[in-house]
């Protein structure tokens, strides 16, 4: 099967977060939120088994992306790693030097969100943000669902191609919540098991699925 062509350009977030299972469910309301907006998700975990380095993959999905969320609140010490992760920041800087350094022209720019746990997390961690304000998720989905909705209805206008208004933060979060009590009966339909649908090894799939049943229920 040929692979699916990449998401226009004005309508991809690139999201830029830790690939774990604890953030498993943050990441979930994330691109939730973000189709639910209207736009196209795009993760460096979309394509497997290509030539190219993860680098240059993060790149290119960098280059075809006018918006990107980036999660800085894991860069921390923990039991099992000594030292911080810094896989997150990298990314981020990336985005800031596409955003600075290869324009789009004017009415075609390109815009980031930076999300953190905690209120001045980002500051400490990331000195040279100052000036650029952070939303806060405190590690809760549907605060995250808010942030993420805030940041893309402010783009929304003149990008997508219906102009329709976004639904409102506590809508999205709503129809997060009836998807997620619907997956396991749509997992099974399609032969996956909820263990594997709740896995990262499957996010593909979790987002067609999630995808198929926004356009199944656009209330």
């Known amino acids: 099967m040929a692979a699916r062509p990449p998401p226009a350009f004005d309508v991809s977030v690139f999201v830029n977060c830790p690939f774990d299972n604890q953030y498993k469910p943050l990441l979930d309301a994330a691109l939730f939120a973000i189709h639910d907006c209207g736009f196209a998700a795009r993760t460096a975990l979309e394509v497997s088994g290509s030539g190219v380095t993860r680098l240059e ?18 860069v921390e010490l923990t039991a099992s790693s000594p030292l911080p992760r810094f896989n997150m920041p990298f990314e981020c800087g990336l985005a800031f030097g596409a955003l600075h350094y290869k324009p789009r022209r004017k009415g075609r720019e390109r815009d980031l969100l930076l999300l953190a746990a905690e209120r001045f997390q980002d500051k400490r961690t990331l000195s040279d943000l100052a000036g650029q304000d952070a939303a806060y998720h405190e590690a809760q989905p549907h605060l995250l669902i808010k942030a993420v909705r805030r940041f893309l209805a402010s783009k929304a206008h003149g990008v ?57 229920n656009l209330r």
């Open 57 to 74: 993959k993060i790149a290119r999905i960098i280059d075809g992306s006018r918006f990107s969320i980036h999660d800085i609140s894991r």
């Open 160 to 216: 997508l191609a219906d102009k329709l208004t976004v639904r409102g933060g506590q809508a999205i979060v709503n129809r997060f919540a009836r998807f997620n009590a619907d997956l396991p009966a749509m997992a099974a339909h399609v032969n996956i098991s909820v263990a594997e649908i709740e896995s990262l090894d499957y996010l593909p799939e979790w987002l067609n699925l999630a995808t198929r049943w926004q356009a199944a």
